[in-house]
């Protein structure tokens, strides 16, 4: 059967359901937590430089949607052995791609799987949970020290509005 | 003016009957979405087509600015905001249309309450009384002028199934409680809270009763004589009405005894360099130019639900309850929160499927043409009480029917199996 939308495919499920990322990392040389407050999406990313400064590894822990997880599992993937400034240029084009200024076939070569992201541009009020590992690692990469959270700055969860 | 709103009038037998529906044919979204189930009717409502064309037609033909002009058009249009206003009071059962006050929402009715009341009557040492089910309109106008006063807020606790106890009431409600604000139908659990009850304690205590009625008042019979309450709030566009318009019902005497909320024109009788005397209740609460077309329009949507009536409401709302509820018993791996009584619901069924996070559930669902809701429902207090950061809400009202329901079901199945392997 396929999937009812584009967004839950085979590869992000098969991210959720089977990480390979979801660990925390024992000599991880930084960490950083990023939070969607209204989701309850609280992931923190760890990672591991090597002596040359690029990123030897990547990991992710903590509870959320799928999106947010699926997400987080495959840039773990896509970090390994990128300088930091690599790494940022990616976290800037995944965001460029999950709010719909690029398409997946222009993402594809730099994203590869995570290109299969790109159809949430369609649900706006889901590009937070896409997004979160890679503005997390992006921050944590700028030397953040406070938790990051996705919806600084956005219009909050409407709720019933009365 | 004539009435324009002809709605279908069934019994409440036929009405829980969820395979005939012939409510849909006046709501032009549904008309034109025939595959969408529509359960998100608790955030809002779907608009009938006597409401919108109520809307086009004030502004046709009566519009000009209400209350200023001493011309034909202008007296028209006074004339529609106070039909609509007499239609509002009939609905909550008000003495008087002078009873009712327009505002944009239930959120301001509740803040002009908080700011008004709140600041006349509390002090240091005493006590509001709000409850874990409250919307967050109900709470925070409360948190901030507690905190302005130095008076304390105080939660009532139900059940886990959501009901109150009279240990709970009497407990919590005592000499120190000078306001009660509680709502009257659950956003989250769908249960009905014992307003009268609440009321008669508040009243023994001497304390105010405030009632927020935003989620009750599309979905139960309201009648502010037999709930003993002094305000209740409540909102248009949750029952068939515009958005940005909502109302707020008070005693006569307590609504002349409060201070203005918001200043400016329209509220004044006389305005001199040095200050102003007030317009009488309701005006005096109503400042600046009110959207006539909206209000107009939103008393025809009350009086579509009169039409509709009650008893048929409620019992479709019960039949939606028992069949959303006995086909997710049939899934064991989705989880119910509220009562085990299906008839409890109100249409209004809280659950969580297994080991996926509600907004997979509601954008899997919406995949499906299914409009339900996810998140924490602006009451985040009562997640946190229960025990979830979020969960999936499904809620009904009576244009929805079986067929709804059965997608609704089947999108489920679509969740678990996706995230299963299933598929």
């Known amino acids: ?162 | 003016m004539a009435n324009l709103c002809r709605a279908p009038r069934l019994s409440a037998a036929e009405a829980a009957n969820l395979e005939v529906n012939p409510y849909k044919a006046d709501f032009p979204l549904l008309v034109a979405n025939p595959e969408l189930a529509y359960l998100d009717n608790a955030a809002t409502a779907q608009r009938p087509a006597c409401v919108l064309e109520a809307e086009t037609r004030f502004y046709e033909t009566m519009n000009a600015n209400p209350l200023r002009g001493l011309y034909g058009l202008s007296v028209e249009a006074t004339a529609a905001i106070e039909e609509a206003r007499a239609t509002f009071a009939r609905l909550v059962g008000a003495a008087s249309p002078r009873e009712i006050v327009f505002t944009r929402n239930a959120s301001e009715s509740l803040n002009l309450v908080a700011r008004t009341l709140g600041e006349q009557v509390l002090s240091e040492g005493d006590e509001v009384v709000i409850s874990i089910l409250e919307h967050h309109s109900n709470l925070i106008p409360w948190q901030e002028v507690c905190k302005r006063t130095g008076a304390t807020l105080r939660w009532l606790y139900p059940s886990q199934e959501g009901f109150f106890s009279e240990e709970e009431i009497e407990a919590t409600i005592g000499p120190a409680t000078r306001i009660v604000s509680i709502t009257q139908l659950s956003n989250v659990l769908g249960v009905e809270v014992p307003v009268a009850a609440i009321a008669k304690r508040a009243r023994e205590m001497g304390a105010y009763v405030v009632v927020d009625g935003a989620q009750s008042v599309p979905h139960v019979p309201v009648d502010v004589r037999e709930l003993d309450c002094d305000l209740l709030a409540f909102s248009a566009h949750k029952a068939l009405g515009p958005f940005g318009v909502g109302a707020l019902w008070g005693k006569l005497e307590l609504l002349e005894a409060l201070p203005p909320f918001l200043t400016g024109g329209e509220m004044i009788d006389s305005v001199t360099q040095e200050g102003a005397v007030w317009a009488p209740v309701p005006h005096k609460f109503e400042a600046g130019t009110q959207d006539a077309a909206g209000i107009y329009a939103a008393g025809v949507g009350l009086a579509y639900l009169e039409e509709v009536g009650f008893e048929a409401i409620e019992a479709r709302d019960a039949a939606l309850g028992r069949a959303l509820m006995e086909g997710l018993a049939e899934r064991p791996f989705v989880e119910v929160y509220g009562p085990e009584d299906a008839n409890a619901h109100h249409g209004v069924v809280s659950f969580n499927v297994q080991g996926v996070h509600p907004h997979d559930v509601s954008s899997i669902l919406d995949g499906a043409n299914v409009a339900i809701r996810a998140g924490h429902h602006c009451a985040q207090p009562l997640l946190t009480w229960l025990g979830t950061s979020s969960t999936c809400r499904a809620s009904g009202t009576f244009y929805n029917d079986a067929r709804d329901v059965e997608r609704f079901l089947e999108a489920i199945d679509t969740v678990w199996s996706l995230f299963h392997g299933l598929a």
Not at chain 1, 17 to 29: G, R, Y
Not at chain 1, 50 to 70: P, Q
């Open chain 1, 1 to 162: 059967m396929a999937s009812p939308n584009q967004l839950y495919t085979p590869a992000l499920l098969e991210h959720v359901q089977h990480p390979d990322w979801n660990f925390k990392l024992e000599d991880a040389t930084c960490s950083h937590e990023g939070v969607n407050p209204s989701c309850g999406d609280d992931l923190t990313i760890h990672a591991r430089l090597a002596d040359d400064g690029t990123i030897a590894e990547v990991s992710w822990t903590g509870e959320g949607c799928a999106v947010s997880k699926g997400s987080a599992d495959m840039m773990a993937d896509l970090m390994v052995g990128l300088t930091p400034a690599e790494a940022k240029e990616l976290c800037a084009t995944f965001g460029e791609l999950v709010r719909g200024e690029l398409s997946a076939e222009g993402a594809e070569e730099e994203l590869d799987e995570a290109a299969c992201l790109a159809s949430i541009a369609h649900m706006p009020a889901r590009v937070k949970c896409a997004e979160l590992a890679w503005r997390t690692m992006d921050e944590m990469l700028s030397g953040a020290t406070e938790p990051s959270s996705t919806e600084d700055g956005l219009v909050p969860d409407a709720g019933d509005a009365r």
